[in-house]
């Protein structure tokens, strides 16, 4: 994770009030919130908000952040907040509040078993194939894509991720788990039609 | 994925490639590769996934987003700085 120590000097800085810390937070922090809120919502005008959101609450809140977690990890709770309730409102159907699920149990067998890793480089680098990468990232149950999202695409530890979530370490490392295998499963379709085009 | 020994590996093929996996797991996932042409394919695709996302350009947040965003928290003064 960026700079745990920087972001404790940064975090004093803000508890005294200092405006200039809140900029620097800011563009510190923001990319990230960004990309978190967007993959998570899949709409650019509503991560935005999310974002917007997310450093308000924070710098309203700052008294009340004990620093247990990094001022990133907390940051990122809060975008993950404001990104649920938003899904919850679109789709309350398809967002359970609950964590009922026996994540270790009964992980879904295999069924994309074509080798597609030998295709040509540029195969891999086409913006096709980044729109499928992204588009596979959106269609993950949302407990699964926001664990994918922060421990695979923005870096944070395992640990980070858990504590930004509220959930166990070994929850975190199974949400992972199934969402690399539903992301494999789902992008094998893709890969081998290529392959076979290919041959 | 036919054999017994599967599922064992299916569960533990994360801790495997994030090097996370005890010397003795690792020695009995490869035993177990060696002889299921299913499983390796699986490893070797999910492996493939893994580094896909870790080469993925990042959205970029929009120069007039950071502009909005300074503006929303009366933070203006420090677009400059």
């Given at each position: 994770?960026?700079?745990?120590?920087?972001?404790?000097?940064?975090?004093?800085?803000?508890?005294?009030?200092?405006?200039?810390?809140?900029?620097?937070?800011?563009?510190?922090?923001?990319?990230?919130?960004?990309?978190?809120?967007?993959?998570?919502?899949?709409?650019?005008?509503?991560?935005e908000e999310v974002m917007q959101e997310t450093f308000l609450s924070a710098f309203?809140?700052?008294?009340?952040?004990?620093?247990?977690?990094?001022?990133?990890?907390w940051l990122y709770r809060i975008a993950h907040n404001a990104a649920l309730m938003?899904?919850?409102?679109?789709?309350?159907?398809?967002?359970?509040?609950?964590?009922?699920?026996?994540?270790?149990?009964?992980?879904?067998?295999?069924?994309?078993?074509?080798?597609?890793?030998?295709?040509?480089?540029r195969d891999f680098e086409s913006s096709e194939t980044r729109a499928a990468l992204?588009?596979?990232?959106?269609?993950?149950?949302?407990?699964?894509?926001?664990?994918?999202?922060?421990?695979?695409?923005?870096?944070?530890?395992?640990?980070?991720?858990?504590?930004?979530?509220?959930?166990?370490?070994?929850?975190?490392?199974?949400?992972?788990?199934?969402?690399?295998?539903?992301?494999?499963?789902?992008?094998?379709?893709?890969?081998?039609?290529?392959?076979?085009?290919?041959? | 994925?036919?054999?017994?020994?599967?599922?064992?590996?299916?569960?533990?093929?994360?801790?495997?490639?994030?090097?996370?996996?005890?010397?003795?797991?690792?020695?009995?996932?490869?035993?177990?590769?060696?002889?299921?042409?299913?499983?390796?394919?699986?490893?070797?695709?999910?492996?493939?996934?893994?580094?896909?996302?870790?080469?993925?350009?990042?959205?970029?947040?929009?120069?007039?987003?950071?502009?909005?965003?300074?503006?929303?928290?009366?933070?203006?003064?420090?677009?400059?700085?």
């Amino acid at each position: 994770m960026l700079s745990e120590d920087s972001d404790r000097v940064l975090l004093e800085r803000l508890r005294r009030g200092d405006k200039s810390a809140c900029a620097e937070c800011i563009e510190r922090h923001s990319p990230g919130v960004y990309r978190v809120a967007l993959r998570l919502l899949g709409h650019e005008a509503e991560a935005e908000e999310v974002m917007q959101e997310t450093f308000l609450s924070a710098f309203k809140a700052i008294d009340k952040f004990e620093g247990r977690a990094g001022l990133a990890t907390w940051l990122y709770r809060i975008a993950h907040n404001a990104a649920l309730m938003r899904l919850r409102r679109a789709q309350p159907e398809q967002v359970s509040v609950d964590d009922e699920e026996a994540f270790g149990e009964g992980l879904p067998v295999p069924t994309q078993l074509h080798d597609w890793c030998c295709l040509p480089e540029r195969d891999f680098e086409s913006s096709e194939t980044r729109a499928a990468l992204e588009r596979a990232i959106h269609d993950l149950p949302e407990k699964l894509r926001v664990v994918f999202v922060m421990r695979e695409l923005e870096g944070l530890s395992t640990e980070e991720t858990a504590q930004a979530l509220e959930i166990s370490i070994d929850a975190a490392k199974v949400r992972l788990h199934r969402a690399r295998l539903q992301l494999r499963e789902h992008l094998s379709p893709y890969f081998t039609e290529l392959a076979q085009t290919e041959a | 994925m036919e054999t017994a020994r599967c599922p064992h590996l299916l569960e533990n093929m994360s801790a495997y490639l994030d090097g996370e996996a005890s010397a003795e797991l690792c020695a009995e996932i490869e035993r177990h590769l060696d002889g299921c042409e299913d499983c390796r394919v699986v490893v070797d695709t999910l492996r493939k996934t893994i580094t896909l996302y870790h080469e993925l350009p990042q959205p970029e947040l929009h120069p007039e987003a950071r502009l909005r965003l300074y503006k929303s928290l009366d933070l203006s003064e420090f677009l400059n700085s």
